[in-house]
Nanobody
């Protein structure tokens, strides 16, 4: 049975940092992604990483501030978030799919339960 379990969310002041982790079990995926959903808004793409870990993709809104990485030996994916802004406040979801990275929500097969990130001004 496939499971994705996120951890690391919390409350932080603007300008601060948080590190989200996602532990996958059941299988290893070609692509892991992070998405986020703020209240009243659609779920949006944040970042994705390919199998090798060398190819990463980011939403324009987080480029230069967030870093996605994966550890295939541990089957984990991490999102390091720096210089956080109040507009980064959302529930963050880890997602997984086979094949190449994508920013499209409906291409991801498996999802975690989400972890809340709140950035205060």
């Amino acid at each position: 049975q496939v499971q994705l379990v996120e951890s690391g969310g919390g409350l932080v002041q603007a300008g601060g940092s948080l590190r989200l982790s996602c532990a996958a079990s059941g299988r290893t995926f070609g692509t892991y992604g992070w998405f986020r959903q703020a209240p009243g808004k659609e779920r949006q793409f944040v970042a994705a990483v390919d199998w090798s870990g060398r190819r990463t993709y980011y939403a324009d809104s987080v480029k230069g501030r967030f870093t996605i990485s994966r550890d295939n030996a541990k089957n984990t994916v991490t999102l390091q978030m720096n210089s956080l802004k109040p507009e980064d406040t959302a529930v963050y979801y880890c997602a997984a799919k086979g094949g190449l990275p994508s920013s499209l929500t409906n291409e991801y097969e498996y999802w975690g339960q989400g972890t809340q990130v709140t950035v205060s001004s």
